[in-house]
């Protein structure tokens, strides 16, 4: 059974940072592309970044190029995003992904989300 637990979520004021974990477990991590979407209160799930099995390849949304970067351990089946520089209109709910694809073009598996709340 596959499950992705997210964690480091929760509240920061407009510039400072945070850095998200997603602890995989029931999966060879090295075989899928990880990600980050978030979703804010009445808006529709975004893209946020992904990284391929290897983690030769990365790909952001153009908004957070720059001042987010997602990395992975695949020893420590461990996908992280670190952000900076917050801005208060990404205050969302941020999921871990996983999926076959390349770079996460498509999810096979989701996370529960953590709260991130960036104040003004």
């Known amino acids: 059974q596959v499950q992705l637990v997210e964690s480091g979520g929760g509240l920061v004021q407009a510039g400072g940072s945070l850095r998200l974990s997603c602890a995989a477990s029931g999966l060879t991590l090295g075989k899928y592309a990880m990600g980050w979407f978030r979703q804010a209160p009445g808006k529709e799930r975004e893209f946020v970044a992904a990284?391929?099995?290897?983690?030769?390849?990365?790909r952001y949304l153009d908004s957070v190029k720059g001042r987010f970067t997602i990395s992975r351990d695949n020893a420590g089946n461990t996908v992280y995003l670190q952000m900076n520089i917050l801005k208060p209109e990404e205050t969302a709910v941020y999921y871990c992904?996983?999926?076959?694809?390349?770079?996460?073009?498509?999810?096979?598996?989701w996370g529960q989300g953590t709260q991130v709340t960036v104040s003004s």
């Open positions: 990284i391929s099995g290897s983690g030769a390849i990365r």
């Open positions: 992904a996983a999926g076959i694809s390349t770079v996460l073009q498509n999810v096979d598996y």
